[in-house]
């Protein structure tokens, strides 16, 4: 195997990549994408700053540099110099991973990385796997597992409240939310472990009913923090909604025009679009800006073939899965026609934004009347003129989405969110032992009880990490963080 082949990682089994996750080993990763001007290279471990040394000439490091840049020269084990770069070295604990850490700021060759990842993998080091640094900065008490996990938040951020959230997870927002849930939760199972003690006797503060009494209080942060996974998963995820028309509506066309690419196909041949085609689009209004998950969809009519009849059924299932159902009607046909086939297949609800298409082939007055009798037969207020080909009313149409959406992602400032699967599960699995709890009449199992909602919560307040369960987090996460 080359040298240049060797620093490629490998496909690791899961018990392999758990078992380096777990080593003490010194590691090395590009910490920026290729392709800019300044490319950065990270090494965090034990032996950072002897490689440092090794392949810097720089024979004494002192104190005063550190977290300061130094100009040098990167040379090979042949003393050939690979880059002139910027350095900086942080000593441990003083690091993003708590370890000995050495920063390189590199002109982006792609040459240069190559030979450079080379040189440190003849050097005994290890490509970092995925999430391997924010891995080590929690195993090291850097962050917690929340703070490393809006780590992959920000940097998957795609908008204005998404980019807010990940930040204020970072500054540690759900975990203060989360530990005071916690200490309430210990100070009450403890009391109840005490009032096992002294069941025979008649002490009203640490009686079953008085201990009771504390429960509500605890559960309503709780079931503020399950409601509010839904508007926090809109932020981070995006926003389902669905382009709903008749076949050659122009559906795929201002599918299009949003995107600003041919990503739908467009053709003047009815039924083109059989199938969901799907794509993420972040839109920015004037105060906001919103995710969308879009899913531009077959035509809906009654299907002959039995690949339309499937692809129209995927079209009502997407209408009914989406927060906003974008209504396509073509201007060109006559409201007459399309009567007739809206009152067979579509029933509009207060999810629904009206868009025209195909303006420019139609007068204003026309596009006028057809508003007016739209908004009378089929109860949708709001419609907005657009055309595909000459560009009319996409901006106005992308600011009224956003407009429209702002309520399915509004939050109060500094409120906590759940954005993740695995944190609501915790969040309602302790929320059900605490309904237990008020319903027991035995204080050994209202005691229990109240252990086993704190143990729902340990992965999230990070007192119980297991190794398993810390491997396929971070192995999510990109290579480099």
């Not at 000439?57 to 002139?84: C, M, P, S, W, Y």
């Not at 509506?249 to 199938?275: M, P, Q």
């Amino acid at each position: 195997m080359s040298r240049e082949q060797k620093h490629k990682p490998a496909r690791l089994s899961a018990a392999h990549r758990l078992s380096q996750y777990l080593s003490q080993e010194t590691v090395f990763s590009l910490t920026t994408a290729m392709g800019g001007p300044i490319v950065n290279v990270r090494i965090s471990g034990e032996k950072a700053l002897i490689i440092f040394q090794k392949l810097t000439g720089i024979k004494e490091i002192k104190h005063a540099q550190e977290r300061k840049l130094i100009f040098t020269k990167i040379k090979d084990i042949n003393k050939q110099v690979i880059d002139e770069a910027m350095a900086c070295f942080f000593l441990a604990p003083h690091s993003y991973t708590g370890e000995n850490t050495v920063e390189f700021y590199l002109h982006g060759s792609s040459y240069i990385v190559s030979k450079l990842f080379s040189e440190l993998c003849a050097l005994g080091l290890r490509q970092a796997l995925p999430g391997e640094f924010s891995f080590r900065a929690v195993r090291n008490g850097k962050m917690t597992l929340n703070q490393a996990e809006a780590v992959a938040d920000l940097i998957a951020s795609s908008n204005f409240s998404a980019h807010t959230l990940a930040l204020e997870k970072i500054s540690g927002s759900l975990g203060l939310c989360l530990n005071e849930i916690a200490q309430n939760l210990k100070h009450l199972a403890a009391m109840g472990e005490l009032s096992i003690d002294f069941s025979d006797q008649d002490v009203n503060e640490i009686g079953l009913a008085r201990l009771k009494e504390k429960i509500p209080a605890i559960m309503e942060k709780l079931l503020q923090l399950k409601n509010s996974f839904e508007r926090g998963n809109r932020i981070q995820d995006g926003i389902p909604v669905a382009f709903i028309g008749l076949p050659n509506a122009g559906k795929s066309s201002f599918f299009n025009a949003l995107l600003g690419e041919d990503r739908s196909i467009v053709s003047e041949i009815s039924g083109t679009t059989r199938d969901i085609v799907k794509e993420t689009l972040a839109l920015h209004g004037e105060k906001t800006s919103v995710t969308l998950r879009l899913m531009d969809t077959a035509g809906l009519r009654k299907s002959v073939g039995k690949v339309e009849k499937l692809g129209v059924q995927r079209t009502h299932l997407a209408g009914k899965e989406a927060e906003l159902i974008l209504l396509i009607v073509d201007v060109s046909i006559s409201f007459a026609a399309l009567k007739k086939e809206w009152g067979k297949i579509c029933s509009p609800n207060k999810k629904t934004l009206g868009i025209l298409t195909k303006c420019d082939l139609v007068k204003e007055e026309r596009i006028s009347v057809l508003k007016k009798q739209l908004i009378k037969t089929f109860k949708v207020p709001h419609w907005l003129k657009t055309s595909a080909l000459t560009g009319e009313g996409i901006s106005d149409a992308s600011q009224e989405i956003v407009r429209f959406c702002e309520r399915f992602v509004f939050r109060d400032p500094g409120e906590v969110l759940l954005t993740r699967f695995d944190h609501l599960e915790a969040v309602s699995e302790c929320i059900d032992h605490l309904k237990r709890a008020t319903q027991v009449q035995e204080s050994d199992l209202f005691a229990a009880d109240l252990r086993h909602a704190l143990n729902s919560l340990n992965t999230l307040i990070g007192e119980t990490l297991p190794e398993d369960i810390l491997e396929k987090i971070f192995s999510e996460f990109c290579i480099g963080k």
